[in-house]
């Protein structure tokens, strides 16, 4: 058997004789790294909902499950990598070493500005000393001249003080006479408010009391037929006779034969055959039916978690009606894991690629898609409109996951996208961007010297250690491009 580019046979021990850390290499890689259909454990099932949790921001939850996943894996440094990740995402990313130059600078001219603050400080202080001194020394020498103009101003204000109080009470007298005067006819207008008010509610009363009564007995009427009709036109007329309320009781009337009228006619045809469909048609009482109305949540979908071929409704329900885009992610998640051979599962992803919404969501269904060997143009395509929108949450996987568009269609604008990618500011992106281009073989001269230059002079440790590996993944590829492999069997 021949194989040409041998690149997974090589990788391995490319990446060990590397003289690089390589810690980038695994922290992305295993973003998107699968465990074959058949041998997929729970393990794995919950580094997947995990990293859902973490795509939409629940931090929580993400590492939550990804513990749990380490329980079960005690020694899976991937899944070590995944919480420290996760760590360093909650606790905002350490400052970098143009930003600690910086504040080491801010810090030196604050030191500045704080002595200067000081200097002037006590110079301020000084000068106080120099203006107390002459405010004493000028003090002795005024006091007596203020003595005698106190004395003169005391005299003045208890004159006309006696003056101003001898008005203010006679004001306040006119008010308080005005103020009692109004107050009584406002008592007057109120008590005959008040009475007013009793005579219409007692109105009221006999008139809700006449009414009820001849509501009542219209629905006896309609109930019972003409002996009920009998008795009740003899019980109206007997209430209009002693009541004297005669046209209130054919308002009552009227006002119940308009309503059931109108009731009646609002009622489509349609809506009536389709009750009587309804009655006549058995009840669906499946917990999956039960649950639709108000849409699958996260909780009824980690019950598949440990199973999910015994779930396959609840999860094919999830991804169409779950009641969050969480939700539904975490339906096409677990979908991933049902065998290829179930086309249904393998439609229901497609169909919800094309009409969701967050990007959260779109890589989950693309994830799934990998994990069923499913991939295509579309999926291609669905990826890169992902990493144009650019959400921060998901973009690293996603350009990790963009390793899988180089057997398609789309590799050509895939490479363009990642070369772009390689200038991006954020390091994880430039990193991710590297690796994701050593998978898609030999590359033009121009973007390996870049990845070059980037290996040699990038700031970040990570992009140089991500640079280098694909460098030398890139040489193996274009010398073993012909290179043939000879098994021989024993």
């Keep these: 058997m021949r194989i040409r580019q041998p690149l997974a046979l090589l990788l391995g021990g490319l990446v060990s004789a590397s003289s690089m850390g390589c810690a980038a290499y695994n922290a992305v890689l295993s973003k998107n790294s699968h465990p074959t259909q058949q041998s997929s454990p729970a393990g794995d099932r919950l580094v997947a909902i995990g990293r859902v949790f973490e795509n939409q921001g629940n931090y929580e939850r993400a590492e939550s499950l990804y513990r749990s996943a380490l329980r079960t894996d005690p020694r899976n440094e991937e899944i070590r990598q995944q ?7 909650k606790n905002g990313r350490s400052f ?12 030196a001219v604050s030191g500045k500005a704080k002595s200067a603050g000081n200097a002037t400080q ?6 106080g000393v120099a203006v107390a001194d002459a405010a004493a020394s000028l003090h002795g020498s005024a006091n007596a001249d203020l003595e005698a103009k106190k004395e003169i101003a005391l005299t003045a204000a208890s004159t006309t003080g006696d003056h101003l109080i001898g008005k203010a009470e006679q004001a306040v007298a006119s008010t308080e006479a005005e103020l009692a005067s109004v107050a009584e006819d406002v008592t007057e207008q109120s008590d005959e408010t008040a009475a007013d008010a009793a005579a219409l509610f007692g109105e009221l009363e006999d008139f809700t009391a006449v009414a009820e009564s001849a509501a009542e007995e219209v629905n006896a009427e309609v109930l019972f037929g003409e002996e009920a009709d009998e008795t009740s036109e003899q019980l109206f007329g007997d209430a209009a006779d002693d009541s004297g309320e005669d046209h209130v009781v054919d308002f009552a009337e009227a006002l119940v034969a308009d309503e059931a009228t ?3 006619d609002e009622i489509p045809e349609s809506d009536v055959a389709q009750t009587d469909l309804a009655d006549s048609s058995p009840v669906d009482s499946s917990p999956v039916a039960e649950t639709v109305a108000a849409g ?13 071929e015994l779930h396959r409704e609840l999860l094919l329900e999830g991804l169409s009606d779950g009641d969050s885009e969480e939700s539904k992610a975490i339906a096409a998640t677990l979908l991933g894991e049902l065998p290829a051979s179930d086309q249904d599962a393998a439609a229901a992803l497609m169909d919800a690629m094309s009409t969701a919404e967050s990007c959260a969501l779109k890589l989950a269904i693309v994830d799934s898609l990998i994990q069923r060997r499913e991939f295509s143009d579309a999926a291609a395509d669905t990826l890169l ?5 650019n959400d921060p949450a998901v973009m690293a996987q996603a350009v990790s996951a963009m390793r899988h568009c180089a057997e398609t269609e789309r590799r050509a604008e895939t490479l363009l996208v990642l070369t772009q990618l390689l200038s991006e500011g954020d390091a994880e992106i430039r990193t991710a961007a590297a690796l994701t281009l050593a998978d898609f073989g030999e590359l033009p001269q121009s973007l390996h010297q870049t990845l070059e230059q980037l290996a040699d002079r990038d700031p970040d440790v990570n992009v140089r250690e991500a640079a280098g590996v694909a460098v030398g993944r890139l040489l193996v590829t274009a010398d073993s491009a012909e290179m043939e492999i000879q ?3 024993r």
Excluded: F, K, W, Y
């Design 83 to 89: 919480l420290a990740e996760l760590e360093s995402r």
């Design 96 to 107: 970098r070493a143009g930003t600690e130059s910086a504040i080491a600078q801010a810090d």
């Design 122 to 127: 006590q110079t301020t202080m000084n000068v």
């Design 262 to 264: 109108g009731e009646a």
């Design 296 to 308: 699958i949540t996260v909780e009824q979908l980690l019950a598949a978690l440990e199973s999910p």
């Design 385 to 389: 409109g992902i990493v144009a929108d």
């Design 487 to 489: 098994i021989i069997p």
